[in-house]
């Protein structure tokens, strides 16, 4: 562990680039990003920032840095963050105003804004949410070049049917796995009181520099970080500015200059190291752990019809996962070569955005077992009725030799027709697949010789259920919430309905009384009016 907010010293950038040159010879050519890893070998700024935001990371800070840059660039290859661009969305999705970046705070540093209130879980899919957030994180490191940004949660108005666990764990591992140091605050805006369960388990998923940097705000204090200047008029402040959409380069519907793309020249650069060793080159087509496969859904693992008992995988129906003390989900297998020959393997997985398997190939002679760990990726938040449909496929071939190097084998894997495939299905330890949201943090893994497995302990597998049964209580007050909502709805228009039958009934009893009343009162006039009498005089004489 270092010292939070300390530079590294010039050797040991050296030594992180060293490091990092040793452990990237260990991988397949497609499996990173290329561009990004010469970014990293010539800018000091970068290699920086990966630096601090490791500080807290346990063990030597120069490995953890090495080892959060690998996954990084793994990450960034297989989901493809650097080639997202504004086409890549529905006009829908740019036009609603759920995420945006406009002015900055008092530090200078850039706001990027999610407004609570306007996304409602399910409306746009979750996928396209995803690469819409990872879209203006790449667009904020561009266009501020790598300087801190500040998030804003605008909390307005929302309520539970705006709060999905699923796309803000996703945001936080993101940013806390493979975006190094980026924040400068996290501001909560008018954050409503039935929003403070979940924030605890919000609150539970960030480091603890994060959490140092969280502050609420109303109206009132907002000041105190934004300028007037800068706050919206519905934030309390003097800028009158309405969401519309802004292409990408433009500040406030003006053209930045200043900021430029590197990655084009980037790109015709060969990757080379401080360190001896042969240059790389970005592979147009590799094999990577990340290739999707078609596995039929359902049934129990099993090998190929018919074919020969080459490898012994212990557990040999399913890979389990479990939490661990870094708060990751993690499963383990072990592999046997049960054979006569050298074997080569090599693992694939129908969600390669979700898990690091380190390395995705070995080699084993026979006899030999070999203990393989499986993380789930920080940034891939999920659900566990989602990690059960994954599936692992661990293919066998076999080699000449057990000599070979880590082309030579990855090449063997790829043009060789496979002599064993073995199907594994993905489960969770302890019953906690029927208990709402699952968090991973994971990062690099390992491959060890006779090794063997280990389980999460006791009090983490309670520490998950407690999170997952609050997350499930949330969704169902969520649920209930909007179940009631939609019942005084109608509740409402029976009123209404209602309301407008007693007018009407009011106006036809008002006409008929009107009718009745005039003809009784005529009927009253008539009986009421005074009889005129005849007098008869003495003489007989009408008076």
Known sequence: MGVEGAAPSEQELKDIRTTLANKVEDIDDGEYDTVNLQKIMTD?????????????????????????????????????AGGITEGDFPPSMLEKGTLFSHNRDKDGKKLLVFCVGKHIKGQEKMEDM??????????????????????MFDCKGAGLKNMDMEFVQFLIGVIKDYYPDPLNYILVFEMP????????????WLPPAAVKKIKFLTKSNMGEYVTDENRLEEWGGNDPWKYQW???????????????????????????????GPAMVQSPSQDSLGSALSLSSGGTASTTPGQLDILRLTPGQEVVFSNTSAGDLAGKIQIQNISTQIVGYKIKTTSPEKYRVRPSTGSLTPGLVATVEIHMSGGQAMVPSGLVRDKFLITAVFLESSELGQQQLAEALKTSRPDGQYRLRCQLAGGVADQGVVGGGGVAVSLGHGGHGGGASQGEHDSSRQVASIL???????????????????????????????????????FYTNGDCARLAEQVTSEDAPAVEVIHGGDGAEL
């Open 44 to 80: 000091d700024f970068y290699v920086t920032k990966f630096f601090k935001h490791t500080f807290d990371h346990p063990g030597e800070q120069v490995e953890a840095t090495a080892n959060m840059i690998i996954s990084t660039l793994k990450w960034r290859k297989e989901f493809g």
């Open 193 to 204: 009181w039935v929003l403070n369960a979940a924030f605890k388990i919000i609150k539970a």
């Open 472 to 510: 499930k209580k949330v969704n169902q007050v969520a649920s209930k919430q909007e179940e009631l909502a939609t019942q005084l709805k109608l509740c409402l228009h029976i009123e209404l309905v209602l309301v407008g039958l007693v007018i009407v009934l009011l106006v036809t009893l008002l």
């Open 130 to 151: 995803k690469k819409f957030f990872v879209y203006f994180l790449e667009r904020l490191n561009k266009e501020e070049r790598g300087e801190q940004f500040t998030i």
């Open 246 to 276: 802004e292409q990408e380069g433009l500040e406030n519907g003006v053209k930045e200059s200043a900021f430029e793309d590197a990655r084009d020249e980037v790109r015709k650069k060969t990757v080379t190291f401080a360190s001896p």
